[in-house]
């Protein structure tokens, strides 16, 4: 079975990144196989599920749709994400932007045979419906969320005027224990047409944004780097590598940070990146202004991780990190 060998490769992977992380002694790897890493704990409950380990909170990823003051109805989305000392990370229904929505994934343009019929972003003539919800490997370690979500319009229905599913999305959400001041969190979206002629696409602007977005909070010391040194946003999109972190003090008590890896077989890689110093959300654009078919039997497979980390972007190695990733991951198939 794949979901097999995807886990095997999976405990191979994390095996490696430990000892990237910085083993210094036998001792530490067999630590490893040992009691220190209790494993993380998923709780389903009435609106999502809350990931924790050893009692913490990790994050939340809400399913039951939730709204503000019956505006801006979401769901699939990820909040609160808390950094390893129980900062929150993220915002939801900002009073700047009330349709961002922590960890999230959305466009602007939803198109049918080229006719705009939704806009997921800012959550106009559109919704998401959640099917299906559970856990790849309830007893592993590392714990995998598999979702199941179809995309509608009520622009988009049938002879009776019942909604019609547009695209299946299929996310796939892991979490794995925290190692060396830094904790992963792996997400894959895989996107199938339902229909034929069915495009997506950023905003249509030169911004071009859309796709996988972070509405972080964003402290007044926030840091932005890549690659090669210090980012600065511009009101368009930057070239800044494969890989962004965002740091600077969550919490009153020290710094901390998240970094977002771009997988390098994503199409378009590697993305560009649209970044805001306050008051907006991250986002590495995809696929930009100019929209995308997708296929009714291949899906468009997008794939990012998530570094959650204490101190800024030097108290770690992500350029290793980053390395180790586009070497190990292996994706999921259905």
């Avoid at 962004?244 to 560009?272: A, H, V, W, Y």
């Avoid at 468009?300 to 190695?317: E, P």
Wanted: aromatic share 12%; hydrophobic share 35%.
């Amino acid at each position: 079975m794949k979901y097999k060998t995807n886990f095997l490769v999976r405990k191979i992977f994390y095996l490696l990144l430990f000892i990237l992380f910085g083993a210094t002694s036998a001792k530490d790897i067999h630590s490893y196989n040992g009691d220190t890493f209790t494993g993380i704990k998923v709780e389903k409950e009435e609106n999502g599920y809350t990931f924790l380990e050893n009692g913490k909170r990790i994050l939340f990823y809400q399913v039951k749709p939730k709204s503000l003051n019956g505006a801006y109805t979401r769901c699939h989305y990820i909040h609160p994400l808390y950094g390893l000392d129980g900062e929150i990370l993220t915002e939801d229904f900002p009073q700047d932007h009330p349709h961002h929505r922590g960890l999230f994934w959305a466009w602007h343009q939803v198109l049918a045979d080229d006719k705009l019929i939704g806009d997921s972003w800012s959550l106009k003539d559109f919704r998401l419906d959640i099917v299906e919800s559970s856990l790849i490997d309830s007893t592993a370690k590392i714990k995998t969320l598999k979702v199941k979500v179809f995309w509608k319009s009520p622009l988009w229905t049938d002879s009776l005027g019942n909604e019609k599913p547009l695209v299946k999305e299929i996310l796939y959400l892991s979490v794995y224990p925290e190692n060396k001041d830094c904790r992963i969190i792996d997400l894959q979206t895989n996107l199938y047409a339902l229909e034929q002629k069915i495009s997506i696409g950023g905003s249509d602007d030169e911004k071009g944004y859309g796709g996988f977005s972070a509405r972080f909070r964003l402290p007044g010391d926030i840091q932005f780097t890549g690659r090669e040194g210090p980012v600065t946003p511009e009101n368009i999109s930057v070239s800044a590598g494969p890989w962004l972190d965002f740091s600077g003090s969550f919490s009153e008590k020290s710094i901390s940070g998240i970094t977002i890896f771009c997988n390098s077989e994503n199409p378009l890689f590697p993305q560009r990146w649209i970044l805001r110093q306050k008051d907006s959300m991250q986002n590495p654009v995809f696929p930009g202004r100019t929209p995308v078919l997708l296929n009714r039997e291949k899906p468009l497979i997008l794939c990012y991780r998530l570094i959650v980390h204490r101190g800024d972007s030097r108290n770690i190695d992500l350029n290793n990190l980053f390395q180790n990733y586009v070497d190990t991951y292996s994706k999921f198939h259905e």
